[in-house]
T-cell receptor, first 114, second 117 residues
Framework: DTGVSQDPRHKITKRGQNVTFRCDPI?????LYWYRQTLGQGPEFLTY????????KSRLLSDRFSAERPKGSFSTLEIQRTEQGDSAMYLC????????????FGPGTRLLVL | AQTVTQSQPEMSVQEAETVTLSCTYD???????LFWYKQPPSRQMILVIR??????QNATENRFSVNFQKAAKSFSLKISDSQLGDAAMYFC??????????????FGKGTKLSVKP
């Protein structure tokens, strides 16, 4: 078990471009979460999946953001028409649903929009 | 809505000494979980310790322990025998145990801990 992985680790893009991030959870975990972390702040919840179903989306997730988790394995987060305010660290976490649920985080993708 | 407050943006401790990081939270729920996560510079966030609200006993993990005061809605982290590797951002987080909850974590803004040799 190699833990949660994210790709790419860093992304620089120009305003207006589309970007896509990938998250590979711990293999047996059925829940997958996306968070956004800006400088000097704690992570903020964006959305989560249980298996392949997207069950909750935060109000932070504008219609320019879309996330998928096909077949309940890896997940992608796409941002269309990026804005400078999208610059942040995007964190993925996975967990096994249950009373002892603990979320394990990936290293994050740092996005810079110029 | 639940909120988590960490009132100490930065803390400093001498190596081998003890330091306590503060966290308070606001909720109307009776069942929930509390966590402390550590985020070293440019490295991923790792779980330090967790506490179930229904447990009166304070959680302990080696040099890390918590002081959970449910009535006061306080959840502080004590690090004993501080080591240079403890230097990091520490985040306090809350997770609802309410039926149907999505289980997402609500984080405080973090406390940056420096360890002096």
């Amino acid at each position: 078990d190699t833990g949660v992985s994210q790709d790419p680790r860093h992304k620089i893009t120009k305003r207006g471009q589309n970007v896509t991030f990938r998250c590979d959870p711990i293999s047996e975990h059925n829940r997958l979460y996306w968070y956004r972390q800006t400088l000097g702040q704690g992570p903020e919840f964006l959305t989560y999946f249980q298996n392949e179903a997207q069950l909750e989306k935060s109000r932070l997730l504008s219609d320019r953001f879309s996330a998928e988790r096909p077949k309940g394995s890896f997940s992608t987060l796409e941002i269309q028409r990026t804005e400078q305010g999208d610059s942040a660290m995007y964190l993925c976490a996975s967990s096994l649903a249950g009373t002892q649920e603990t979320q394990y985080f990936g290293p994050g993708t740092r996005l810079l929009v110029l | 809505a639940q909120t988590v407050t960490q009132s100490q943006p930065e803390m400093s401790v001498q190596e081998a000494e003890t330091v306590t990081l503060s966290c308070t939270y606001d909720t109307s729920e009776s069942d929930y979980y509390l966590f402390w996560y550590k985020q070293p510079p440019s490295r991923q966030m790792i779980l330090v310790i967790r506490q179930e609200a229904y447990k009166q006993q304070n959680a302990t993990e080696n040099r890390f322990s918590v002081n959970f005061q449910k009535a006061a809605k306080s959840f502080s982290l004590k690090i004993s025998d501080s080591q240079l590797g403890d230097a990091a951002m520490y985040f306090c987080a809350y997770r609802s145990d309410y039926g149907g909850s999505q289980g997402n974590l609500i984080f405080g803004k973090g406390t940056k801990l420096s360890v002096k040799p």
